[in-house]
């Protein structure tokens, strides 16, 4: 089914209502129009941070490559090992990391070993060198009760990663971890999705730009930089687009060449109901867009459809708004069209330290402050001022104190989730 077939589906539920469309409703409704793009390209280790895989990696080899040693040490039999008493045992030579003993461990032997050396032939236990004791002759003498099993301080081949296992799957995002662990495999280039194309603009005639001084009534374009900063963090190709006046050609042509040239469009302000509001009916002409107004606070207006082959998102201008409606849903989406496999942000439970004031009937994004508390339970302060224009709130909060639909307003005590900025703004 295309995205157009979706739309008319949905404006033809008799549950739908663009006046008061809920959170969820429009999250799953975005999701299902969704299909990650197909271009893939291949690239060294050092430049996929950030990226999507491709295809599944499959291990070629066992990781470690050999049984060896987790401490410095001496590798022995541990049939040898006499149970509650000392064993004295003759050493026959060094296991280096990188440097393996050649030769056999044979009864009443041992071999001096350090953490990461191949454990010699015949030797089965590691005994640390903190329980034993050097002779003055080539003998070494193991203290009581040094080791209890056979295996103890041995690292086995293949323990971290067999060989022809799935080591991670299409979709995964590389970070350090993956980096590391692909590194571990021996893998030089990759296969990762291409980046997504994001072109983006700002609308409205009070913008002026940045580096300008600032004419009487009109404002800084705040929006454009921390969409663009919101674009970079999940490594995004961001094409910025500018601030274009509220004068209908000139946004049909920016969508236009926006559309052409990019995955996504995003454009900032201008999809509420307002006098100087055109792009409401240049969508029409352009593509087929639903407006929500969602049943949330702040960031009420979303405007979300296709124009041509690319996906649009047209956000509130309001810079609160702007941010939290990105992080609510386009965030998901651009993921998802970038091939990765997204899992919800996480919720935490936290207890409010102040009152907040909330009408039923919507959920709420409120920013606050979340810490722990000497006994470990996290607390969270609801910024002073919740206004949709206070984009400070935002650089001031570190998370999103989420409030569902039915809740009313709570008193400082109760028990809310909170959504951490960390790993999500960046
Ligand atoms: P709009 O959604 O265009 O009606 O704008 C709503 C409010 O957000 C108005 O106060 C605008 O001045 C403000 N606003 C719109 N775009 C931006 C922007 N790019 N940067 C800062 N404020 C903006
Ligand atoms: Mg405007």
């Known amino acids: 089914m295309t995205t157009y077939d979706l739309m008319k589906q949905l404006a ?61 040490g001496y590798a022995l039999r541990f049939a040898d090992i006499n149970s509650g008493g000392e064993t004295t045992l003759k050493c026959i030579g060094e296991s280096f990391a990188g440097h393996a003993f050649h030769g056999t461990v044979r009864h009443g032997e041992c071999v001096r070993i350090f953490t990461g050396a191949v454990m010699p032939e015949g030797a089965d236990t590691v005994v640390m060198q903190e329980h034993s004791a050097k002779g003055n002759d080539d003998t070494v003498t193991m203290a009581a009760d040094a080791v209890t099993a056979a295996g103890q301080n041995r690292r086995f081949a293949g323990e971290d990663i067999q060989k022809g296992a799935i080591v991670f799957k299409r979709g995964q995002r590389i970070g350090a971890p993956e980096l590391g662990v692909l590194a571990s495999l021996g893998v030089a280039e990759v296969a990762v999705f291409r980046r997504l194309r994001v072109a983006f603009f700002s609308t409205g005639d009070e913008l002026t730009p940045i580096g300008a001084p600032l004419p009487e009534g009109k404002i800084y374009d705040s929006n454009r930089y921390s969409l663009y900063g919101m674009l970079n963090h999940l490594g995004m190709e961001a094409m910025d687009l500018g601030a274009v006046p509220d004068v209908p050609e000139r946004i049909e042509n920016t969508l236009k060449t926006a559309a052409q040239n990019a995955d996504v469009v995003i454009s900032i302000g201008g999809v509420s109901v307002g006098a100087a509001d055109f792009i409401r009916s240049l969508l029409d002409k352009l593509g087929q867009v639903l407006f929500w107004k969602l049943a949330m606070k702040p960031g009420k207006p979303l405007a979300y459809g296709m124009i041509g082959d690319a996906h649009f998102f047209g956000l509130p201008g309001n810079p609160v708004s702007a941010m939290v409606t990105f992080y609510q849903f386009v965030r998901e989406a651009l993921l998802i069209l970038q091939g990765q496999a997204v899992a919800s942000p996480l919720l935490l439970p936290a207890v409010l330290t102040a009152p907040v004031k909330k009408a039923a009937g919507r959920v709420e ?35 999103f104190i989420v409030l569902p639909l039915e809740a009313g307003k709570l008193a400082a005590g109760e028990t809310v989730n909170v959504q951490l900025f960390s790993g999500l703004v960046g």
């Open 12 to 72: 033809g539920a008799e549950d739908y209502d663009p006046n008061s469309m809920r959170v969820e409703r429009a999250r799953e409704f975005i999701r299902k129009t969704l299909a990650p793009v197909c271009g893939n390209e291949m690239l060294s280790l050092k430049d996929v941070f950030g990226r999507v895989l491709f295809e599944d990696i499959v291990s070629p080899l066992n990781v470690p490559g050999h049984d060896n040693s987790a401490m410095d």
């Open 365 to 399: 994004f409120q920013r606050g402050v979340c810490e722990a508390r000497d006994d470990g339970c996290l607390v969270v302060t609801p910024a002073p001022e919740q206004g949709s224009g206070i984009l400070s709130s935002m650089a001031k909060a570190n998370c």
